[in-house]
């Protein structure tokens, strides 16, 4: 089959766009506001955009809490969701009303960042303190401003527990991440191999 995106006329019952561009990670977002409400919500629009600086970023349907909070902190925290945090996770998903802490809905406890102000999840195996770079609404080709908000920020510091950590790197399988598949589907990682990026050119090293 073959559609344009103009009208989305594709005839399936649903959007397949999400179920294409995945697995992807999902940043699990914790933030606090000036007045020091705390907020924690998944983002399956996420990723790491950069290495030197390190940078990641996290897209906001709308100006909800989460994105609200780390633009006027300047802040915010991007906690790894594993599999055995997928129950908890989902929880903090509900449209709570805002300046409810997601923390309590979900049973989940704040552990204390170093740097910034917004707590992380004590639970998790790894989190990234973040300071906010950048936020914007994205445009499309006609100029239209998107409803979405895109954050950018620096990673300032990491903490990961040393209880995932196999031969002084990241164990997969141990860490357990989860990804974001599209519609109402997730999943871990099962299988994990290793390539090695080819040296010649003509790729013949491979």
Partial sequence: MYYTTDNNAHGLPHDPFKAIVSPRPIGWISTKSREGAVNLAPYS????????PKLVMFSSAGMKDTASFAIESGEFVANLATRDLAVQLNKTSAQAPRGTSEFAVSGLTEAPCRIVAAPRVAESPAALECKVTHSFRPEGLDGAVSDN????GQVVAIHIDEAILKDGMIDMALAAPLARLGYLDYSVSDEVFQMRRPRMPDASDV
């Fill in 45 to 52: 629009f996420f990723n790491a955009i950069s290495d030197r």
């Fill in 149 to 152: 908000t895109v954050v950018i």
